[in-house]
């Protein structure tokens, strides 16, 4: 069955460190997206992909980037971790057509101490 | 500032009853609105969903209601069941971009 995986599934960091999440969808979906969930804000949207080599910015963007080389990968990377980025982060997909569903990943629990 | 506003954190209501979630959002661009249903520790996953042409669509107990005017979006879920406690999104978009509300954590009280 198609998926979308998300690793490392929890994950403790040092104030400066950089830090990488991948997540892998096998749905072939063009588009995918990260978030991050914190209490108090939902889900706000960090960066996204409409297809390989192309990344934009979301809504939360600064202190991360992403880069897309194929298909199937969005991995996250915080260049220099800070406490503020401790979040539970969540990957998502969808096809390219509008009004598509979004399908997320179980998420990835960072803890930046 | 915050585009799409769910303003019950929480809500408890008795099994066999009827729950309904709220949200309200600021942009009239939005065209297609959707509901998710996260439980803990996992990701959230697709409940049901609306186009801005409908007022209206049922998926069996869960029924998503559009007000446009009143830029508000409502779901109905009859009967609530113990199993629909979780936390529920809502969610507008415009193109390919998503906004999240802040959620509203459902109880249902066997």
């Known amino acids: 069955d198609a998926e979308i995986t998300q690793s490392p599934r929890h994950k403790i960091t040092e104030t400066g460190r950089q830090v990488t999440l991948a997540c892998h969808q096998t749905w072939n979906h063009n588009n995918m997206f990260w978030y991050r969930q914190d209490l108090g804000h939902g889900l706000r949207l960090i960066h996204y992909?409409?297809?390989?080599?192309?990344?934009n910015k979301g809504e939360v963007s600064d202190g991360y980037s992403v880069s897309r080389s194929n298909t199937e990968d969005l991995p996250l990377t915080l260049e220099s971790a800070a406490s503020s980025q401790t979040s539970v982060y969540f990957c998502?997909?969808?096809?390219?057509?509008?009004?598509?569903?979004?399908?997320f990943g179980p998420g990835t629990r960072l803890l930046v101490l | 500032d915050q585009q799409v506003k769910q303003n019950s954190p929480s809500l408890s209501v008795q099994e066999g009853r009827i729950s309904i979630l709220n949200c309200d959002y600021t942009n009239s661009m939005f065209d297609y609105f959707l509901w998710y249903k996260k439980y803990p520790a996992e990701g959230p996953t697709f409940l049901i969903s609306i186009s801005s042409i409908k007022d209206k669509n049922e998926d069996g107990r869960f029924t998503v209601f559009l007000n446009k005017s009143a830029k508000h979006l409502s779901l109905h879920i009859v009967p609530s069941q113990p199993g629909d406690s979780a936390v529920y999104f809502c969610a507008a978009s415009v193109g390919n971009q998503f906004y999240f509300g802040t959620g509203t954590s459902l109880t249902v009280i066997p």
């Open positions: 992909s409409y297809g390989v080599h192309d990344t």
């Open positions: 998502a997909s969808s096809e390219s057509a509008l009004q598509e569903t979004q399908y």
